[in-house]
């Protein structure tokens, strides 16, 4: 059974549709390197519209979904700078600078880096999960245990992260 039908079986919870959204959403604005005028919300809203994922067989769980995605999507375009010198700090230490990396991987990465930092509702060893499985859909082969390592880095420096951010306050 591939992948994809084993998705159909299994029911996703809303929280992984906003994730992957957000992810290609973001993705394709790095691709694009548009210089496009409108407002980045409102394209967001438009895209959804226009693919299948509008059509959600349960209308419920779109709404949840799509309210995550915009909540998720705004908090990590305030914050891109923060989250993209996390990632980079951390690739580094593994000698690959964030220009290298995939950008389905940096995408994936980025929605988990935001959870970790400014979502406490969020433990981030979930974030980490969502973000390897979503890496297993989108990404290569290789891209589970990239993700894996830089997350969990992040991760286990999180309350020395903490301790820094206060201090710089």
């Known amino acids: 059974m591939t992948n994809k039908a084993n998705r159909e079986t299994v029911k996703i919870h809303y929280r992984r549709h906003a994730r992957e959204w957000v992810m290609q959403f973001l993705f394709q604005r790095d691709i694009a390197d548009s210089l496009d ?3 980045v919300l409102d394209s967001f809203a438009f895209q959804l519209r226009e693919t299948e994922l ?9 709404k949840k979904a799509y309210k995550a995605a915009v909540k998720l999507l705004s908090g990590i375009l305030e914050k891109l700078p923060q989250i993209d010198e996390m990632i980079s700090r951390f690739s580094l230490k593994s000698d690959w600078p964030i220009e290298r990396i995939d950008p389905v991987d940096k995408n994936i990465m980025r929605v ?4 970790m ?4 509702n969020v433990p981030p060893i979930v974030s980490i999960n969502e973000a390897v499985e979503i890496g297993k859909e989108f990404g290569s082969s290789h891209s589970p245990s990239f993700i ?3 997350l969990n880095s992040i991760k286990d420096s999180l309350p020395k992260i903490e301790k820094e951010s206060a201090q710089q306050q």
Do not use: M, R, S
Request: aromatic share 18%; with cysteine; charged share 30%.
């Open 37 to 39: 005028e409108t407002p």
């Open 54 to 62: 509008y059509e959600l067989p349960e209308k419920d769980i779109f």
């Open 112 to 115: 988990a880096v935001y959870e």
């Open 117 to 120: 930092l400014y979502c406490d």
């Open 148 to 150: 894996n390592g830089i």
